[in-house]
């Protein structure tokens, strides 16, 4: 059974001035029904104040102005259609700057798809690029462990496509075998990884496995990456978008693929449990491990973007990363590119258990992206609708609580 889990919209602005909250729970409407999002202000605001409505992240459905009373006010739309609708309500602080606030609502998400079909070689496409992979050796290095609270702690090296590196940490109880285990894959932008990540799920009991998304390495001074990121790797993600061959996620999506593979050959795995997880870029690669290598048996991702890469051919906003702003001369081909790595194509594949989380003002991995991701999963599946979250900061209980249930119920399992 699929499951829906829901949390009221409050939104803090200016310590608390300003809040909206959906009149109803969830903020989940059906197509002709009028959302109304219910504004309370404290503070020195003007009275009037404006509004901008926006389906679906990229079309303006209408505009108009309010009238705060005792500082309170409501506002309201519709959409006729599946979708999400977003309310921008821009409010003036007396005599003084104007400041913008978000609220969100979606409309029927269970009948939300993605924007195009996937292409009919999707998954031979990526089949033919395991092969490439396969017949490069792993390559393990792996440095002498060290232990500390009863966690040992590696850093290992393994090798990828056309001379490229996957840099990773691992980590363990000490000496523990027939472990559960995971592995995080990590969101946008260039920077080390942060050893608690994998300290913090050994803790828990399970073999833990954390990549850099970049073929670099995971340890070196805040300036290396820097640097990587105004040199080398300044939009990174635009490095190769004419061509699925040499497209940037390509290494990347390969990499988390082969980090579930040489999970899936230790001998300290259960083979039993191994679950994916990662928060918006870290979501798309959760999806592509999920579909692609079958050891993987749950998927939990936070708000994943490159969701829906095809949305740049229809009236949706696809999100991050943002291919939709490519240049007229050469929008084809980057749209023809973006078809193979969308993750609504890979979770086409996916039939593991999976929990993925939407917040219902996130600009960044568009609900209508991300539901329509959602849908396409063809195993249990739950999801959780954030009324009150954007792509970073608070509103993120409700996957928090839902995530560590699932640490919990399958360290549970192994015992």
């Known amino acids: 059974m699929n499951k829906l889990f829901f949390l009221l919209l409050i939104l803090p602005v200016f310590a608390q001035e300003i809040s909206v909250v959906s009149s109803r729970p969830g903020a989940v409407w059906q197509p002709g029904e009028t959302a109304v999002w219910n504004i309370k202000t404290a503070g020195a605001f003007e009275n009037s104040f404006s509004w901008k409505l926006i389906q679906d992240g990229n079309r303006q459905c209408s505009e108009g102005k309010g009238e705060l009373r005792n500082g309170e006010a409501q506002a309201g739309g519709a959409l006729d259609e599946p979708g999400w609708l977003l309310i921008k309500l821009t409010f003036r602080i007396s005599g003084g700057s104007e400041t913008n606030i978000l609220g969100g609502a979606v409309f029927a ?157 230790r001998n300290d795995w259960n083979k039993k449990i191994l679950i994916v997880t990662g928060t918006s870029q870290g979501g798309v690669q959760s999806f592509a491990a ?78 209508s992206a991300v539901i329509g991701a959602y849908n396409m999963l063809k195993g249990k599946k739950e999801l959780i609708i954030m009324p009150s979250a954007a792509h970073g900061g608070p509103g993120k209980e409700a996957y928090t609580a839902a995530f560590s249930a699932l640490l919990e119920e399958f360290t549970d399992v192994n015992k």
């Open 109 to 265: 998400p269970e009948k939300i798809k993605p924007s195009l079909p996937a292409p009919a070689d999707f998954n031979a496409f990526w089949q033919k690029k395991i092969q490439e992979l396969n017949a490069i050796a792993i390559n393990i290095q792996d440095q002498k462990p060290t232990e500390e609270n009863g966690i040992e702690y590696f850093k290992i090296t393994l090798d990828n496509i056309r001379g490229t590196k996957i840099y990773g940490q691992l980590a363990k109880p000490a000496g523990a075998n027939n472990l559960p285990a995971i592995i995080q894959y990590q969101y946008a932008g260039v920077y080390p990884l942060k050893k608690e990540t994998v300290i913090n799920f050994a803790a828990k009991g399970y073999l833990a496995f954390n990549i850099m998304a970049h073929n670099l390495p995971c340890d070196q001074p805040p300036e290396f990456y820097i640097m990587q990121a105004k040199n080398e790797l300044k939009d990174y993600v635009k490095q190769g978008w004419e061509d699925r061959e040499n497209s940037y996620f390509l290494r990347m999506l390969l990499g988390a693929y082969r980090a579930a593979d040489y999970i899936s050959k």
């Open 290 to 367: 999920a579909a692609l290598h079958p050891a993987v048996t749950a998927l939990s991702v936070n708000v994943p973007a490159g969701s829906d890469f095809s949305a740049m051919q229809s009236e949706k906003s696809g999100g991050w990363p943002g291919w939709s702003n490519a240049p007229r001369d050469i929008f084809e081909k980057v749209l023809f590119t973006g078809n193979y790595f969308s993750g609504a194509y890979f979770a086409e594949l996916i039939k593991c258990r999976a929990i993925v989380s939407v917040g219902l003002i996130d600009t960044t991995s568009p609900p």
